[in-house]
């Protein structure tokens, strides 16, 4: 009697990719219409390559945004188990062979249980380049750092940025969405310069997750800081308001990186899950203590930075 395949053939593996990229010729990470995005470019490539048709949708930790570059993003898919098993260890050597020189999948590993890329994330941490020099930006990191013409007074703006740690309505430092709550938890933000370039500024921002522009609007508010043009106090008054204010410049995109993805224990990822897709308001806390689901908010945060 000949072995019965058919459950092999419909079964199917999720798998988790490690992903870098430069944002400058994409625009964004998310697949749009006749527009060249990461998501679109790494989907095709997936599909020649496993023989998939329609190619598999990739769910991303982060969305970024045009002229965002990442060196740690993460993504999962669910593809056929026999699609998997036919390449299985060689397929980030494969996809070097289709990708574009600006984008590379590093690594491909099955996924441990309960692992969603966007939804079992602790969180997110972001790297924005400032260059102050009076001359300019060295011409090879002209993609990736912004130049200030402007010297920046770190002190100042690391003072100012301490007053926005904490979980937080960004509303005033994000651009809103319909049905998307603008709360989040700060969890570091701070600047310092680079120790082989005294006129590299980095900040890095780090949270449990960000609303659209957010990282931008932040870094664009220190620099106002930094160079004077702003009291120390602004940007947490700006904060404290809950409105747009637009004396707040978002900073160009391509000073920004997205550099790691944090999660939890395998043993703890379909919790965090479950706990990410909760809609979160201030007093979710209190609520969530309570074991009652927080009052209407808002949906899930969408990233875009």
């Known amino acids: 009697m000949q072995k019965d395949d058919s459950a092999d053939m419909t079964a199917l593996v999720r798998l988790r990719l490690d992903i870098s990229y430069d944002g400058s010729d994409f625009a964004g990470w998310a697949r749009q219409p006749n527009q060249r995005t990461v998501q679109g470019v790494i989907e095709d490539a997936l599909a020649r390559m496993l023989r998939l048709d329609p190619p598999p949708m990739l769910t991303v930790a982060g969305r970024t945004d045009a002229g965002v570059h990442a060196r740690g993003q993460v993504a999962h898919l669910v593809v056929p188990v026999a699609a998997y098993s036919a390449i299985n260890g060689t397929m980030p050597r494969r996809l070097a062979g289709l990708l574009p020189p600006d984008?590379?999948?590093?690594?491909?590993?099955?996924?441990?249980?309960?692992?969603?890329?966007?939804?079992?994330a602790l969180s997110r941490r972001y790297v924005y380049r400032v260059c102050d020099n009076p001359f300019g930006v060295e011409p090879l990191r002209r993609h990736d750092v912004l130049w200030h013409p402007r010297p920046l007074n770190l002190g100042r703006m690391n003072e100012a940025a301490r007053r926005l740690v904490g979980e937080n309505d960004f509303a005033a430092y994000c651009r809103r969405r319909e049905g998307a709550t603008t709360i989040r938890e700060l969890l570091r933000y701070e600047w310092a310069r680079d120790d082989r370039d005294p006129h590299l500024a980095l900040a890095t921002v780090e949270a449990d997750a960000f609303c659209h522009s957010m990282v931008r609007a932040l870094v664009g508010a220190m620099l106002m800081v930094g160079d004077g043009r702003r009291e120390v106090e602004w940007p947490a008054q700006v904060l404290a308001a809950r409105v747009r204010d637009s004396g707040v410049n978002v900073a160009p995109a391509h000073g920004l990186s997205l550099e790691e993805i944090r999660y939890p224990e395998d043993e703890s990822l379909a919790r965090r899950a479950q706990e990410t897709r909760r809609v979160r308001t201030l007093n979710a806390t209190a609520a969530a203590a309570a074991d009652q689901p927080a009052a209407p908010g808002g949906a899930a945060p969408r990233q875009g930075c």
């Open 103 to 120: 984008v590379r999948v590093w690594r491909v590993s099955i996924a441990p249980e309960g692992f969603d890329a966007r939804f079992s």
